[in-house]
């Protein structure tokens, strides 16, 4: 066995390593999001007043568009990335990038509608807070993604080897389409038991 094979194989390792922690990575944070889940049917089950009991606000479906078109944008940024396309990953990285932030600002504001409404992450009505609970912890998992996108960003640059860069966008692509399903399943969740 050459050295290059050797470089090669351990390189193969180190990338199986890293795919398999983000998969349980993911693993938790789904946990996470059913336990919560748990928690509001078992409290809202416990009584006809414990329900959501308001509207959620319209910017959760124009936050949801631009978490798709996100995933989208990645995609075709991981294909610029696999056909040596540097300019052109790039370009796309930063159109997810602006995208993810518009999706973070989008959530904020709804936050502030939602106080307009009367709902506070505080009150008598905990399944009110649980809004909050949800989107809040996505958006903080939304600021890792935008991180791990930056940082496909800069390193997207030919002194660094092909495959590193298409395995940094396979692996920030995974968690990011990871994150666009998991807000779907956060706001189908929420509209069916609002």
């Known amino acids: 066995m050459g050295a290059n094979e050797i470089k090669l194989e351990e390189q193969q390792k180190q990338f199986?390593?890293?795919k398999f922690n983000l998969w349980l990575g993911m693993i938790g944070m789904f946990m996470m999001f059913a336990a919560l889940s748990s928690g509001f049917i078992v409290y809202t089950a416990s009584g006809v007043d414990k329900g959501i009991k308001t509207i959620l606000p319209q910017m959760f479906i124009y936050s949801t568009i631009v978490i798709l078109v996100s995933s989208l944008t990645l995609h075709l940024a991981f294909k610029a990335a696999k056909a040596g396309e540097?300019?052109?990953q790039k370009l796309l990285l930063v159109v997810t990038i602006v995208l993810g932030i518009?999706?973070?600002i989008l959530q904020v504001q709804s936050w502030g509608v939602l106080t307009e409404q009367g709902v506070y992450f505080i009150n008598n009505n905990a399944s009110?807070?649980?809004i909050y609970i949800f989107t809040g912890l996505h958006?903080?998992?939304i600021i890792a993604g935008i991180i791990v996108l930056i940082t496909?960003?800069?390193c997207a640059k030919p002194s660094i080897a092909?495959?590193?860069n298409v395995f940094r966008m396979d692996l920030a692509a995974i968690f990011w389409h990871f994150l666009d399903l998991l807000w779907i399943y956060i706001y189908v969740f929420l509209l069916l038991n609002q």
């Open 86 to 88: 540097l300019a052109k």
């Open 16 to 18: 199986k390593a890293k």
């Open 102 to 104: 518009v999706f973070f």
């Open 128 to 130: 009110q807070s649980f």
């Open 162 to 164: 092909t495959e590193k």
């Open 152 to 154: 496909a960003f800069f």
């Open 139 to 141: 958006l903080a998992h």
